[in-house]
């Protein structure tokens, strides 16, 4: 399995950018396919973006498409998500995660999960 472990959550106005870094060590990183969930109190995790190994395919929620954008730096084992336009609506904790090669959006898919990074939209 791959650790993974998040940063860069916080507290941002409406309409702002936030960047979440997740670091990934263990296994070679650059064959796993990386995803970013999202959580919130009483709710079930829910598939916001992911991309394949080497970055061929990107796939995103609905709800992000056109704000959120997902990429990879293999050589520094990180996965990024910019998130831009942001709304109270994505209030939540988000989670990286990883599973071999293919970029999926079910939570049940993945086999490595990080700690989770929250946060929080304030209109």
């Known amino acids: 399995q791959v650790q993974l472990v998040e940063s860069g959550g916080g507290l941002v106005q409406a309409g702002g950018s936030l960047r979440l870094s997740c670091v990934a060590s263990?296994?070679?990183?650059?064959?796993?396919?990386m995803g970013w969930f999202r959580q919130v109190p009483g709710k079930e995790r829910e598939f916001v973006a992911a991309?394949?190994?080497?970055?061929?395919?990107?796939l995103y929620a609905e709800s992000v498409k056109g704000r959120f954008t997902i990429s990879r730096d293999d050589d520094k084992n990180m996965v990024y998500l910019q998130m831009t336009r942001l709304r109270p609506e994505d209030t939540a904790v988000y989670y990286c995660?990883?599973?071999?090669?293919?970029?999926?959006?079910?939570?049940?898919?993945?086999?490595?999960w990080g700690q989770g990074t929250q946060v929080t939209v304030s209109s």
């Open positions: 263990g296994r070679t990183v650059s064959t796993y396919a």
């Open positions: 995660a990883a599973r071999p090669v293919l970029a999926t959006m079910h939570v049940i898919d993945y086999e490595s």
């Open positions: 991309v394949s190994w080497r970055g061929g395919t990107s």
